[in-house]
């Protein structure tokens, strides 16, 4: 199971870290990812990681204002979300996948294991 937190409402041009705690077991041999979902609109990939390939995979629109992390055990992940804007709003889930292929890395409906998600606000 996957357990989403630190969402909240920020202003544009704060920081925040959403977290991600794994029960259950190690993830570190899986393929973890941020996506997000704001009203009306698809879940869209925000970042993440292929397996334990320690090289992180970015949407463009949060290249070099986000950062995805993981811990060593492979029980948490994170997303440092640096100078936010409005358009960030959205709710945002953890996701995760043992079994998937690189080029699915984006792909939400590859994923088999999900948080509940977290609302982030971003005030202008």
């Known amino acids: 199971q996957l357990q989403a937190s630190g969402g909240g409402l920020v202003q544009a041009g704060s920081s925040l870290r959403l977290s991600c705690a794994a029960s259950g077991g190690s993830l570190s041999s899986y393929s973890l990812a941020w996506f997000r979902q704001a009203p009306g609109k698809e879940r869209e990939f925000v970042a993440g990681y292929f397996r334990n390939n320690r090289a992180a995979i970015y949407t463009d629109s949060v290249k070099g204002r986000f950062t995805i992390s993981r811990d060593n055990a492979g029980n948490m992940m994170y997303l440092q979300m640096n100078s936010p804007k409005p358009e960030d709003t959205a709710v945002y889930y953890c996701?995760?996948?043992?079994?998937?292929?690189?080029?699915?890395?984006?792909?939400?409906?590859?994923?088999?294991?999900w948080g509940q998600g977290a609302q982030v606000t971003v005030s202008s």
């Open positions: 996701a995760a996948d043992r079994g998937l292929i690189y080029s699915s890395i984006r792909n939400a409906q590859q994923y088999d294991y």
